[in-house]
Protein backbone atom coordinates (compact mmCIF):
# COMPACT_ATOMS: atom_id res chain seq x y z
CA UNK A 1 0.00 0.00 0.00
CA UNK A 2 1.63 3.08 -1.03
CA UNK A 3 1.20 6.76 0.83
CA UNK A 4 -0.63 8.32 -2.17
CA UNK A 5 -3.26 7.39 -3.95
CA UNK A 6 -1.61 5.82 -7.98
CA UNK A 7 -2.05 9.14 -10.74
CA UNK A 8 -5.69 9.03 -12.57
CA UNK A 9 -6.71 9.06 -16.19
CA UNK A 10 -10.45 9.51 -15.87
CA UNK A 11 -13.45 10.05 -13.23
CA UNK A 12 -13.88 6.12 -12.81
CA UNK A 13 -10.13 5.15 -12.24
CA UNK A 14 -10.14 8.23 -10.28
CA UNK A 15 -13.25 6.95 -8.01
CA UNK A 16 -11.95 3.28 -8.21
CA UNK A 17 -8.40 4.34 -6.70
CA UNK A 18 -9.33 6.42 -4.37
CA UNK A 19 -11.56 3.68 -3.17
CA UNK A 20 -9.19 1.11 -3.08
CA UNK A 21 -6.67 3.85 -1.57
CA UNK A 22 -8.78 4.14 1.23
CA UNK A 23 -9.94 0.39 1.81
CA UNK A 24 -5.90 -0.46 2.15
CA UNK A 25 -6.03 2.23 4.97
CA UNK A 26 -7.74 -0.62 7.29
CA UNK A 27 -4.98 -3.30 6.47
CA UNK A 28 -2.39 -1.13 7.46
CA UNK A 29 -3.65 0.50 10.66
CA UNK A 30 -4.01 -3.17 12.16
CA UNK A 31 -0.83 -4.68 10.66
CA UNK A 32 0.53 -6.46 14.15
CA UNK A 33 -2.53 -5.65 16.58
CA UNK A 34 -3.85 -8.65 18.60
CA UNK A 35 -7.62 -9.06 18.72
CA UNK A 36 -7.09 -7.86 22.32
CA UNK A 37 -5.64 -4.95 21.34
CA UNK A 38 -8.23 -4.17 18.11
CA UNK A 39 -10.51 -4.75 20.05
CA UNK A 40 -9.61 -2.12 22.72
CA UNK A 41 -11.02 1.47 23.09
CA UNK A 42 -8.17 3.09 24.67
CA UNK A 43 -9.08 6.60 24.38
CA UNK A 44 -12.39 8.50 25.80
CA UNK A 45 -14.32 7.55 22.47
CA UNK A 46 -15.79 4.08 22.71
CA UNK A 47 -14.07 3.62 19.04
CA UNK A 48 -11.82 0.39 18.35
CA UNK A 49 -10.00 -0.62 15.52
CA UNK A 50 -11.62 -3.59 14.89
CA UNK A 51 -15.38 -1.75 15.95
CA UNK A 52 -14.30 0.17 12.79
CA UNK A 53 -13.43 -2.48 10.77
CA UNK A 54 -16.76 -4.00 11.52
CA UNK A 55 -18.42 -0.75 10.39
CA UNK A 56 -16.79 0.51 7.18
CA UNK A 57 -17.55 -3.36 5.92
CA UNK A 58 -21.23 -3.19 6.80
CA UNK A 59 -21.04 0.51 5.88
CA UNK A 60 -19.81 -0.23 2.05
CA UNK A 61 -22.07 -3.50 2.11
CA UNK A 62 -25.39 -1.40 2.88
CA UNK A 63 -24.22 1.75 0.31
CA UNK A 64 -22.79 -0.82 -2.77
CA UNK A 65 -26.13 -2.58 -2.50
CA UNK A 66 -28.06 0.34 -3.15
CA UNK A 67 -25.44 0.75 -5.94
CA UNK A 68 -26.03 -2.57 -7.29
CA UNK A 69 -29.94 -2.22 -7.31
CA UNK A 70 -29.87 1.06 -9.10
CA UNK A 71 -31.95 2.64 -10.41
CA UNK A 72 -34.66 0.70 -8.61
CA UNK A 73 -34.30 0.93 -4.15
CA UNK A 74 -32.25 -1.95 -2.54
CA UNK A 75 -34.23 -5.09 -0.81
CA UNK A 76 -35.59 -3.55 1.99
CA UNK A 77 -34.79 -5.17 5.41
CA UNK A 78 -37.47 -7.25 7.12
CA UNK A 79 -36.25 -6.87 10.43
CA UNK A 80 -38.06 -3.70 12.62
CA UNK A 81 -34.70 -1.22 13.39
CA UNK A 82 -33.23 -2.70 16.62
CA UNK A 83 -30.71 0.12 18.61
CA UNK A 84 -28.97 -2.79 19.86
CA UNK A 85 -27.89 -4.61 16.55
CA UNK A 86 -27.10 -1.26 15.53
CA UNK A 87 -24.64 -0.12 18.43
CA UNK A 88 -23.01 -4.19 17.81
CA UNK A 89 -21.88 -2.96 14.14
CA UNK A 90 -19.63 -0.94 15.37
CA UNK A 91 -18.47 -3.17 18.32
CA UNK A 92 -15.76 -5.67 17.94
CA UNK A 93 -17.17 -8.53 20.29
CA UNK A 94 -15.46 -11.59 22.09
CA UNK A 95 -16.28 -14.43 19.63
CA UNK A 96 -14.38 -11.87 16.34
CA UNK A 97 -11.25 -12.23 15.67
CA UNK A 98 -9.23 -9.52 13.92
CA UNK A 99 -8.33 -12.16 11.20
CA UNK A 100 -11.61 -12.59 10.35
CA UNK A 101 -12.89 -8.88 10.14
CA UNK A 102 -10.34 -8.04 7.72
CA UNK A 103 -11.36 -11.12 5.42
CA UNK A 104 -14.94 -10.12 5.58
CA UNK A 105 -13.65 -6.42 4.88
CA UNK A 106 -11.41 -7.81 2.04
CA UNK A 107 -14.89 -9.43 0.70
CA UNK A 108 -16.62 -6.49 0.51
CA UNK A 109 -13.63 -4.10 -0.43
CA UNK A 110 -13.95 -6.29 -3.76
CA UNK A 111 -17.33 -6.26 -4.39
CA UNK A 112 -17.72 -2.28 -4.03
CA UNK A 113 -14.59 -2.20 -6.31
CA UNK A 114 -16.29 -4.16 -9.33
CA UNK A 115 -19.36 -1.96 -8.77
CA UNK A 116 -17.34 1.18 -9.31
CA UNK A 117 -15.67 -0.49 -12.38
CA UNK A 118 -19.12 -1.76 -13.58
CA UNK A 119 -22.13 0.54 -12.69
CA UNK A 120 -23.63 3.58 -14.04
CA UNK A 121 -22.21 6.49 -12.96
CA UNK A 122 -25.39 8.63 -13.44
CA UNK A 123 -28.23 6.09 -12.72
CA UNK A 124 -30.53 6.84 -10.00
CA UNK A 125 -29.96 5.35 -6.72
CA UNK A 126 -33.49 5.94 -4.54
CA UNK A 127 -33.26 7.94 -1.14
CA UNK A 128 -34.50 5.19 1.36
CA UNK A 129 -37.94 7.05 3.31
CA UNK A 130 -36.84 4.82 6.57
CA UNK A 131 -33.79 6.44 7.69
CA UNK A 132 -34.84 8.98 9.62
CA UNK A 133 -30.75 11.19 8.79
CA UNK A 134 -31.68 10.63 5.43
CA UNK A 135 -33.39 13.98 3.45
CA UNK A 136 -36.91 13.95 2.97
CA UNK A 137 -36.56 16.20 0.04
CA UNK A 138 -34.70 14.52 -2.05
CA UNK A 139 -35.71 11.92 -4.32
CA UNK A 140 -32.25 9.91 -5.53
CA UNK A 141 -28.69 10.13 -5.07
CA UNK A 142 -26.37 9.45 -8.43
CA UNK A 143 -24.06 6.35 -8.31
CA UNK A 144 -20.84 8.66 -8.64
CA UNK A 145 -22.44 10.59 -5.08
CA UNK A 146 -22.78 7.39 -3.30
CA UNK A 147 -19.50 5.91 -4.40
CA UNK A 148 -17.79 9.62 -2.98
CA UNK A 149 -19.53 9.36 -0.36
CA UNK A 150 -18.56 5.78 0.28
CA UNK A 151 -14.86 7.28 0.14
CA UNK A 152 -15.72 9.98 2.40
CA UNK A 153 -17.09 7.25 4.98
CA UNK A 154 -13.67 5.11 4.38
CA UNK A 155 -11.12 8.17 4.60
CA UNK A 156 -13.34 9.82 8.16
CA UNK A 157 -12.89 6.19 9.60
CA UNK A 158 -9.54 5.42 8.86
CA UNK A 159 -8.69 9.06 10.67
CA UNK A 160 -10.74 7.53 14.03
CA UNK A 161 -8.77 4.17 13.82
CA UNK A 162 -5.55 5.94 13.20
CA UNK A 163 -6.29 8.32 16.74
CA UNK A 164 -6.92 5.01 18.02
CA UNK A 165 -3.76 3.03 16.62
CA UNK A 166 -1.48 5.39 17.89
CA UNK A 167 -3.78 5.84 21.52
CA UNK A 168 -2.95 1.82 21.84
CA UNK A 169 0.98 1.72 21.33
CA UNK A 170 2.19 5.14 19.45
CA UNK A 171 2.38 3.82 15.73
CA UNK A 172 1.38 5.90 13.47
CA UNK A 173 0.43 5.46 9.40
CA UNK A 174 3.83 5.94 7.81
CA UNK A 175 5.40 3.13 10.53
CA UNK A 176 2.64 1.20 9.43
CA UNK A 177 2.53 1.26 6.20
CA UNK A 178 6.45 0.86 6.14
CA UNK A 179 5.97 -2.47 7.91
CA UNK A 180 3.21 -3.82 6.40
CA UNK A 181 5.06 -3.27 3.25
CA UNK A 182 8.61 -4.76 4.82
CA UNK A 183 10.20 -1.30 3.75
CA UNK A 184 13.43 -0.49 5.46
CA UNK A 185 14.19 3.43 5.75
CA UNK A 186 17.54 3.93 6.86
CA UNK A 187 18.32 6.19 9.51
CA UNK A 188 14.19 6.68 10.11
CA UNK A 189 13.23 6.11 13.75
CA UNK A 190 10.26 6.86 15.57
CA UNK A 191 9.36 6.02 18.80
CA UNK A 192 7.29 2.79 17.48
CA UNK A 193 9.21 1.30 15.13
CA UNK A 194 12.26 1.78 18.02
CA UNK A 195 10.47 -0.49 19.64
CA UNK A 196 8.67 1.94 22.41
CA UNK A 197 5.87 1.09 23.83
CA UNK A 198 5.44 -2.69 22.40
Not at 11 to 22: C, G, P, T
Not at 60 to 66: G, L
Not at 133 to 151: C, E, G, N, Q
Not at 179 to 186: M, N, T
Amino acid sequence: MPALAPPVADERSALREYLAFHQSAYFAVSYGLTDKQARSSPSTSALSVGGLIKHVTRMQHSWMARVAAAPDAAPKDPRPFDPEAFADQHVMRPDETLDGLLRDFAEQNATSLRLVETADLDAAVPVPRDVPWFPKDLDAWSVRWVILHVINELARHAGHADIVRETIDGATMYDLIAGLEGWEIEGWVTPWNAGAGR
